[in-house]
């Protein structure tokens, strides 16, 4: 399974940047999607997932950000709206799946918010 994420980059306060990770090489079923990040010296933290049932944001993230997915490309997508420093962080795409259960991480893309 190979996850390839893009899309990060330098964007001003207010901002906007719209990520993508694109997942390769499944065998399996794939039961959950999302997106996670890590800024310095702070742990990972989840950002948004998507599953059949739905999706699920951090505080942080509702209302500005949306996680959406296009199944027949195995990708996943995550709009950022309305930016903000303390959303500078390397953005991790991950996908669970199952039959074989595997659990999958991308390399991460930095997003960094600054004026």
């Known amino acids: 399974v190979q996850l390839q994420a893009f899309g990060g980059g330098l964007v001003q306060p207010g901002g906007s940047l719209r990520l993508s990770c694109v997942a390769s090489?499944?065998?399996?079923?794939?039961?959950?999607m999302g997106w996670y990040r890590q800024a310095p010296g702070k742990q990972r933290e989840h950002v948004a997932t998507?599953?059949?049932?739905?999706?699920s944001y951090a505080e942080s993230a509702k209302g500005r950000f949306t996680i959406s997915r296009d199944n027949a490309k195995n990708t996943v997508y995550l709009q950022l709206n309305d930016l903000k420093p303390e959303d500078t962080a390397v953005y991790y795409c991950?996908?669970?799946?199952?039959?074989?259960?595997?659990?999958?991480w991308g390399q991460g893309t930095l997003v960094t918010v600054s004026s």
């Open positions: 090489n499944i065998r399996g079923t794939i039961n959950l």
């Open positions: 998507i599953t059949d049932n739905g999706t």
């Open positions: 991950r996908v669970i799946s199952v039959l074989p259960t595997r659990d999958d």
